[in-house]
């Protein structure tokens, strides 16, 4: 700041400040009156005496330049005798021009409302002519006090404030008579022949920051930034000898939302109840970045800015003009973002992106259920995000863009926080052909979607409106979509799907002229199901048929209103019983065949690019401490579970035989200790076996490393996978099935009784070094191990699993608390176990209890149903439902949607989720619909393909044909977790994605469902024929005759679900489907006649049940729930 000096010149003004821009602010000549002893008078400021008392002021810079300047306003009473002063006042105000004129014309209370300023102290702030970026900051300073401040009609200025040193009278005037004061009002007296000074400081201030940071540094707190007076109160602390800057924070708050704005950005939201955070603490929401066409940037974070006219956040990048600003409007928070161009020559953006830093981030001692998960569609106009709490709990914090506004890209970048140490933050990009081309520069980088720029021209600005509002549910979320002008789409059975299934699009919408068109139509056949319109609610709702011949990703655009677009993101597959033979021949195909290495018999990753096979030899593209994915852990254990499992479905000889091999040559006596040495069925780590073994514990990090618990499970899934291979192909295998069986009950043993009697190499031991407290991919098979020992008659060892299993059902029902707990601080990994101690505690729930609290399990039918209600939560809020991509729709989200979505849980959550929407009480009809699509999922992670396609979309080749990617990289351009660029955000690994499928084979069902919403939907299955009562109509109008032919590609399960209570289970063990048929009567009498096939030795065992006790007959059987023998043929079922 410089005090520039009138060279003792006659002015129409008073002081005359230059901003740090060379801006003058020229002060409008300050007035004083006062009412002394019930005199109202004006003063002249030049020491003249009125009635005995005389004024006289200074302006002045401050020292050692500090930048701002000191006024002093001096009253000196000459007289004899003490005078009382009810009212003092200064007329403070900014010539609107160097010739502004003096005459007052009337006062009104602060604010021009009726309501005055009534708070314990104030200070100003004015605008000034030529300067819109900064105001001149008036404050009272030491013991100088606003008492009142009142508006003031001054001709010549642009602003001005009637200032009240004492108010002890005016607060008696006419106009107050109503009012009631808060804050004291003083009159004071001043001796005779004596003096007193009051002062203030001028200042200028850019933004909310710097308004609050000089107040701060002498002892006040900003309560408003408005033009003109705003309250101010003392700190009631020390002052600091070094001031430091403060933010600038205010608060919006009604009854739906509670928000803090801290410096322009939103820095705190929740609601006004409280509840979880929905705002990283460290990261303020609100910041724009663009670039230019010439490759600059430019970015609002960290800046300071200014306050624009109407209270935004102003920020100035050349011609380029950024400001953004938050309001509330009932129930909802509104974000504006504004760009203009204030020069005289277009302006290209090729990137205009906002950061979205939710409360997301997860650490060790971190309560998951105060972290959000941020579930975002980027689908050009059909765009949203919604974040949801981990632990599922509402509401639900929704993000809708205005109408007129696209989301084109989304990617991650380094940015600083508040403290200035740089983090990955997602960002939403309203342009994004920069980013686009740049991702192209990258190894393995694109991006689909369509992008582009934003011209602004000379003189153009642009606004966008981002609407924030808490939902209850999913439900409302989509409601508030559609009434936002967006559309709701759901799609059955999933967005990845089967070349020989035909998806229902389902899209809600406000709109009359909905169409959908596809990327390659010449292979993709789209058809109008059924239209219909709520006119109450002015919803429109279309059902679309789509199919895809054409292998790989599918786009399909949604066309509506005037011009808008919307993005789904499809993938189309091999039908699935193609894909699992496919999967499984891969595997066996990369088995290392040579007795003289060391992990003969391993079943090798694969370089799915360059065709390379790995091992203990060779790591490839594979460093560091990653290497263990090669031979162990779960990525190397994985391949093995999923051959296994599949074989027990689906045996093929040459895939036994292999794995086989892979079990008695590698596992038995390397990786997993044999039962003739100490610490039998013991399972080794990282990095292999063979490294381990050759210890010979010569230091503290040399102990027996058999304590990855996470390992022991899908061992045993092998081992009890070949037993049930060898009992129904005992010439393939070369041990007795009761040998197999043995090995995997030795393998649970080992997994419970171990942490509590081995030395580990762990620093301290955590939680999940027990194995009761964490869920484990493919534990759930200890059930089915029990199920086998007790029928093979050894009920000992059938108890001492069963013991151990119940424990962990009983802390998982009655005592956990953080479900997302794992080898890291979040991880989704939990949600197969959640959900088969939910099925396991429905049978053992205790029907007669204690009280002493020494029973070893104790957990009731209640307490089940809650667990099952907590963990189904869990795992819908950590999972992609409303979203519109084969990538995250149905897959599981670990923190963010940015990176690893498609993961192993992908499917063996959405096994669960089946589970419950299968038998849970309730309706079932959206649950399954999630979890539908959340099994088929991961399949488009499956590189293969036919002759016509050279077997696969991903990499080409009949020698990639199986081959798979252990998870799918959203982004532009990214890196794998295991070190490599993804290529088109496709891993060139397999990784531990074997253990999706493994889910998928437990999950595989045709299931028949009557949905509300998209009529009869038939899941793993084609209907080869139709007769009678059209789709949707009530079989009550004649009979309706359905054939269909599964194609889950296992076969055996079927479920028919014609509302919240008529369910029909039928599970089928030693055979499979061929065929079902459907026979539903006009009288309500139903036959299902089913096609058996493949049963061992002719035999298998049928299981059929109804939830609500319904009775059916089986041949001569009759009840709600039969088992009966079974033989290749047909068999009905009537009810």
């Not at 200074?58 to 330049?65: K, R, S």
């Not at 869920?775 to 699993?801: F, H, M, P, S």
């Not at 809020?877 to 849980?905: K, V």
């Not at 649950?927 to 539908?932: E, G, I, K, N, Q």
């Amino acid at each position: 700041m410089q005090l520039v000096n009138d060279d003792g010149n006659p002015a129409p003004h008073g002081p005359v400040l230059l901003d740090p821009d060379g801006v003058a602010c020229a002060l409008a000549p300050v007035r004083v009156g006062a009412l002394v002893n019930g005199t109202t008078f004006s003063l002249p400021a030049d020491g003249t005496a009125a009635h005995g008392l005389a004024a006289s002021a200074d302006c002045a810079p401050a020292e050692n330049d500090d930048p701002y300047a000191r006024y002093t306003l001096t009253l000196r009473n000459d007289g004899d005798d003490a005078l009382t002063i009810d009212d003092l006042y200064l007329d403070l105000g900014v010539a609107a021009s160097a010739a502004g004129a003096d005459s007052a014309a009337g006062t009104a209370p602060a604010g021009g409302s009726a309501e005055p300023l009534d708070t314990p102290d104030a200070y100003l702030l004015l605008p000034y002519a030529g300067q819109s970026g900064r105001r001149l900051l008036v404050m009272p300073y030491d013991t100088t006090q606003f008492d009142l401040c009142e508006p003031l009609a001054l001709a010549g200025t642009s602003i001005a404030v009637r200032c009240y040193l004492r108010a002890a009278a005016r607060r008696h005037a006419a106009e107050y008579a109503t009012h009631h004061w808060v804050n004291p009002a003083r009159s004071f007296t001043l001796a005779p022949h004596r003096a007193a000074s009051f002062t203030l400081l001028l200042a200028f201030a850019a933004s909310e920051h710097d308004a609050a940071s000089f107040l701060v540094r002498f002892a006040e707190t900003p309560l408003g930034y408005e033009d003109g007076a705003n309250g101010m109160q003392s700190l009631y602390h020390f002052l600091l000898d070094d001031p430091k800057s403060i933010h600038a924070s205010r608060d919006m708050v009604n009854g739906s939302v509670s928000a803090t704005i801290t410096d322009g950005r939103l820095a705190s939201l929740t609601t006004p109840t409280g509840g979880i955070e929905a705002i990283d603490p460290d990261m303020g929401f609100g910041d724009a970045s663009v670039t230019y066409a010439d490759g600059r940037s430019y970015s609002t974070i960290g800046q300071g800015g200014h306050r624009g006219e109407h209270g935004e956040s102003v920020f100035r990048d050349g011609p380029l003009t950024i400001g953004f600003d938050f309001a509330l409007d009932g129930g909802t928070l509104r974000y504006t973002l504004g760009l203009s161009n204030t020069g005289d020559a277009p302006v290209r953006l090729d990137d205009v992106n906002i950061p979205v830093p939710l409360n997301s981030r997860m650490a060790w001692g971190v309560d998951a259920s105060q972290r959000m998960i941020r579930h975002t569609q980027v689908a050009g106009d059909n765009s949203f995000f919604l974040a949801t709490p981990s632990d599922g709990k509402p509401p639900y914090l929704l993000c809708v863009p205005g109408d007129g506004m696209r989301w084109e890209l989304f990617d991650m970048a380094p940015l600083p926080d508040r403290t200035g140490a740089k983090r990955d933050m997602y960002r939403i990009h309203l342009y994004g052909a920069g980013a686009a081309a740049e991702a192209a520069t990258h190894e393995g980088g694109r991006w689909r979607l369509p992008t582009t720029s934003l011209t602004l021209g000379a003189g153009e600005s642009r606004r966008f409106v981002f609407d924030l509002l808490w939902v209850p549910d999913y439900d409302q979320a989509r409601a508030e979509l559609v009434r936002h002008g967006k559309l709701d789409v759901q799609a059955v059975p999933g967005y990845t799907l089967p070349r020989d299934a035909e998806a229902r699009i389902l899209v809600d919408s406000r709109y009359e002229n909905v169409s959908l068109t596809a990327e390659h139509p010449d292979s993709t056949a789209i058809r109008m199901i059924s239209e219909r319109t709520d006119e109450s609610a002015g919803v429109h709702r279309r059902i679309f048929g789509v199919r895809l011949d054409r292998l790989g990703e599918n786009l399909l655009t949604l066309h509506y209103g005037d011009g808008k677009v919307g993005w789904l993101e499809m993938f189309s597959t091999l039908p699935v019983g193609e894909l699992i033979e496919s999967r499984a021949d891969y595997i066996a195909r990369c088995q290392k065949n040579d007795p003289d290495v060391w992990y003969d018999g391993l079943l090798q990753e694969r370089n799915t690019r360059t065709g390379a096979l790995l091992n203990p030899d060779n790591y490839d593209e594979i460093k560091g401490w990653r290497i263990y994915e090669v031979t162990c852990d779960d990525p190397g254990l994985s391949k093995p579970a999923f051959l296994a499992a599949k074989n027990a479905e689906r045996p093929v000889e040459s895939q036994v035989r292999a794995l086989d091999r892979y079990l008695t040559k590698f596992v038995w006596g390397g990786l997993q200790r044999t039962d003739a040495e100490e610490w039998p069925y013991g399972v080794y780590g990282v990095p292999d076996w063979k490294n381990l073994r050759d210890q010979r514990n010569l230091n503290g990090n040399e102990q027996l490393h058999i304590g990855r618990l996470w390992d022991f499970p899908h061992v045993a899934l092998a081992w009890f996978m070949m037993y049930r291979i060898a009992v129904r192909n005992p010439q393939w295998v070369s041990l007795p099935a009761t040998e197999y069986l043995k090995r995997a009950w030795g393998t649970f043993v080992a997994m419970y009784r171990y942490p509590d009697e081995v030395g580990y190499d762990y620093e301290s031991k955590l939680d999940n070094t027990t194995p009761y407290k964490t869920g484990y991919y493919n534990e759930l098979v200890i059930a089915d191990v029990i199920d086998a020992l007790r029928a093979e008659g050894e009920t000992t060892k059938a108890a001492q699993l069963d013991a151990y299993w119940n424990h962990k059902a009983d802390f998982l029902i009655r005592q956990a608390k953080d479900l997302f707990g794992s080898e890291y601080a979040f991880d989704t990994t939990g949600f197969e176990t959640t959900q088969a101690v939910v099925d396991w505690g429905r049978g053992h729930a205790m029907r007669v209890w204690n009280t002493d609290g020494r029973s070893v399990t104790s957990y009731r039918a209640g307490d089940v149903e809650r667990f099952d209600r907590y963990q189904r939560a869990c795992n819908v809020a950590c999972r992609g439902w409303l979203e519109n991509g084969f990538y995250i729709t149905g897959s599981d989200i670990r923190n963010d949607t940015m990176q690893y979505t498609l993961s192993y849980m992908s499917q063996m959550g959405g096994w669960s989720l089946l589970e419950d929407a299968l038998y849970a009480d309730g309706s079932p009809f959206k649950l399954l619909r999630l979890a539908y699509a959340s099994l088929l999922s991961s399949w488009a992670l499956i590189n293969a393909g036919d002759e016509e396609s050279d077997y696969g979309y991903w990499f080409p080749g009949a020698a990639n044909q199986g081959a798979s990617s252990g998870g799918f990289e959203p982004l532009p351009y990214a890196t794998t977790w295991l070190g490599q660029p993804a290529d088109r955000g496709y891993w060139i690994y397999g990784c531990e994605t074997d253990l999706g499928y493994c889910g998928y084979l437990r999950g595989a069902s045709l299931v028949v469902a009557d949905d509300p919403d998209f009529g009869r939907v038939v899941y793993g299955g084609v209907e080869t024929a139709r007769q009678g009562a059209k789709a949707g109509d009530d079989p009550a109008e004649g009979t309706r005759v359905t054939r269909i032919a599964p194609t889950d590609g296992v076969n055996r399960q079927l479920h028919l679900l014609r509302s919240d209570t008529d369910r029909v289970h039928v599970l089928l063990a030693d055979a499979r489907f061929a065929e079902v048929t459907l026979e539903e009567f006009g009288h309500g009498r139903t036959a299902i006649t089913l096609e058996i096939a493949d049963a061992i030795d002719g035999r298998a065992t049928l299981r059929a049940f109804t939830h609500d006790g319904t009775p059916m007959t089986i041949g001569r059987s009759t009840g709600a729930d039969l088992t009966v023998p079974l033989r290749d043929g047909k068999v009905t079922i009537t009810l």
